[in-house]
């Protein structure tokens, strides 16, 4: 049992409220995930510069050291935005080159995520206590996906929680069991992609991930995970334009969205839901199964 929630603003006068308004619906998610959360928050416009979400893995980091190991190493222009243990680096640096540096310079440091307007945060502990960690109530964006965790099938771990990503600003976060991630993994291998972790969340990011890759839209990937992802799930989506909600043909995990004028919500149960502004005269409703729901703001 995990909690998932989705937040997409509809108007750009709302940006500046979206960690105030998300809070609230990840912590009343305790329940379903106490012992993980992560965020996924995509910019109210893309950066031109690549932005990639690093994590230190055990212990304090020198993020002053770090950013001149990497000036020295990759001379041009980078920017650090640290909180702890976690920080949003935006760099000119290709990125090859810069992963090429953290597997050398900083080996414990993870890359949680990269893109133009993604920046993502996951740590192990109670929601309320990672939200306050890492300040998501002053977070400022479009859309954003969080999720609580209960693990059932894996450690818990940072790497562990959700939300998953692969490629550019595209995350993932789900609510089920899949029973066939390993054989996912065997199929996208020998392909180059690479796993961090025997998630099965993971599984299901990469494969989605891979087919908008390979040319599919977001809903011709999903189509195809029906037949290739094999479990219980519901899965709430972010990419760089919106969010995309499924539910698998037995509908077993719940979600509940509400919509309005000024924007749409998504969660696992409608408590998470009830602070929300205007959400009394919103259009409230439970998705459909196997049915693709997508978002975004025009």
């Not at 055990?58 to 041009?76: C, E, V, Y």
């Not at 890359?111 to 206590?129: C, E, F, N, V």
């Not at 859309?143 to 990503?165: C, D, I, L």
């Not at 996208?188 to 599919?216: K, Q, S, V, Y």
Request: hydrophobic share 40%; aromatic share 8%.
């Amino acid at each position: 049992m995990c909690g998932i929630v989705g937040l997409l603003l509809k108007k750009p006068e709302w940006d500046g409220r979206l960690g105030e308004l998300l809070v609230p619906m990840l912590t009343g998610m305790t329940e379903r995930g106490p012992d993980s959360a992560g965020l996924a928050v995509y910019a109210s416009a893309p950066v031109p510069k690549l932005k990639l979400s690093l994590f230190q893995l055990h212990g304090a980091m020198d993020w002053a050291g770090f950013l001149r190991g990497l000036t020295a190493s990759l001379p041009g222009e980078h920017a650090l935005q640290d909180s702890g243990r976690h920080a949003i680096l935006t760099t000119a640096a290709p990125l090859e080159k810069v992963k090429s540096h953290l597997e050398t310079a900083a080996p414990g440091l993870v890359l949680l995520s990269q893109g133009h307007r993604i920046a993502l945060y996951k740590d192990t502990g109670a929601p309320a206590d990672i939200a306050a960690r890492y300040g998501f109530r002053e977070l400022t964006g479009s859309h954003a996906v969080g999720h609580t965790r209960m693990a059932t099938e894996s450690a818990v771990t940072p790497a562990h929680a959700h939300p998953f990503t692969a490629g550019e600003d595209f995350c993932l976060v789900h609510n089920g069991s899949l029973s066939n991630p390993h054989e996912v993994r065997r199929k996208l291998e020998p392909l180059g992609i690479h796993f961090d972790t025997d998630n099965d969340t993971e599984a299901a990011c990469r494969f989605l991930e891979w087919r908008m890759r390979e040319g599919d839209d977001i809903e011709a990937a999903i189509e195809r995970g029906f037949t290739e992802l094999d479990g219980f799930f519901t899965f709430l989506i972010g990419t760089s334009n919106g969010l995309s909600l499924v539910r698998d043909p037995f509908a077993c995990k719940p979600a509940i969205v509400a919509e309005t004028d000024d924007y749409v919500a998504v969660s696992s149960e409608f408590r998470s839901l009830a602070h929300l502004p205007g959400v009394a005269k919103a259009t409230l409703f439970e998705p459909q199964p196997r049915t693709i729901y997508h978002w975004e703001r025009t």
